[in-house]
């Protein structure tokens, strides 16, 4: 079944502020932070990312698409964005990282890519901006080999910012940007992958200061969340990332239909 195209108005947003997007959500000492909070967890989920072969599906500006190549990895970067990927490109730029990723334009919601010979599948920042995630999440698990890991973030209801996330799905947008928008509820998230045949293998949270442009001076009340909770208590973090693998009876379907 197609998933539902695009918000255009979103598309327009990003392709607008693709030039200061990264100035506005991770420059100064508390988008630096957040920003480090989420490569640590990603470098921890991954292992040893040395000739991994990643899709990463919503790479904007290319920050996390720069690490995993720091890392090893060999990276397809996409974007529905062009603007993005632009900014995403001029990142290497008179660098000399190997294996230099390759680039190209694609919406979640139009994956025509085999994802079966990847060995990671990598969405930062993406689920809670779709209109569709569980029919996303279900399109791309179809495509999953049985050694595909995919990885994704979510914005956790659950969490220390409940009331701002409460009226963000009440307004169906967030509450710095017009842009779709939408937290998600650990169950609701379990629910999804189980309904997509995915066995969830790992979760881990992680706090970041909302826009730390203006609300820089909260910074020490998230660092000391993160130190309390973070470990012990991920669904409480308000990014979430999870790792998960198709389920033992979706890899024993796809190997009977492949004989």
């Known amino acids: 079944m197609p998933l539902a ?20 959500r991770f420059t ?3 988008g630096q932070w957040g920003h480090r909070r989420q490569v640590e967890i990603l470098d921890n989920l991954g292992g040893d ?18 690490m995993l190549v720091r890392w090893g990895a ?4 996409t974007d529905i964005s062009g603007q993005m990927l632009e900014r995403a490109r001029s990142r290497f730029a008179g660098q000399e990282l190997s294996p230099v990723p390759s680039f190209r334009v694609m919406s979640v919601s139009d994956t025509d890519i085999d994802l079966e010979p990847f060995d990671y599948v990598i969405m930062v920042n993406v689920f809670g901006r779709l209109s569709n995630p ?19 973030t979510f914005p ?15 307004r169906g947008r967030s509450l710095s940007r017009d842009v779709t928008s939408r937290w ?4 609701t998230i379990a629910a999804i992958c189980h309904r997509a045949n995915l066995e969830i293998l790992k979760v881990h949270g992680n706090h970041y ?6 609300l820089f001076w909260m910074l020490p009340f998230f660092w000391v969340c993160d130190k309390l909770l973070a470990v012990h208590f991920p669904t409480r973090c308000p990014s979430v990332s999870i790792e998960c693998a198709l389920s033992s009876s979706a890899t024993r379907h796809s190997s009977r239909t492949r004989q």
């Open 28 to 30: 100064g000492i508390a």
């Open 156 to 170: 956790c209801l659950t969490s220390v910012l409940f009331p701002f996330a409460f009226l963000v799905n009440t």
């Open 134 to 152: 569980a029919e996303a999440i279900e399109a791309i698990a179809s495509r999953m080999a049985p050694t595909t890991r995919l990885v994704f």
């Open 209 to 214: 200061v909302p826009v730390p442009r203006l």
């Open 49 to 66: 990312w040395r000739g991994k072969r990643v899709l990463e599906i919503g790479c904007g500006t290319g920050r996390i698409t720069e």
């Open 74 to 77: 060999r990276v397809t970067a």
């Open 5 to 24: 195209p695009c918000n255009e108005k979103d598309y327009r947003l990003y392709d607008a502020s693709a030039r200061h997007y990264d100035r506005i």
């Open 184 to 187: 998600y509820t650990p169950k």
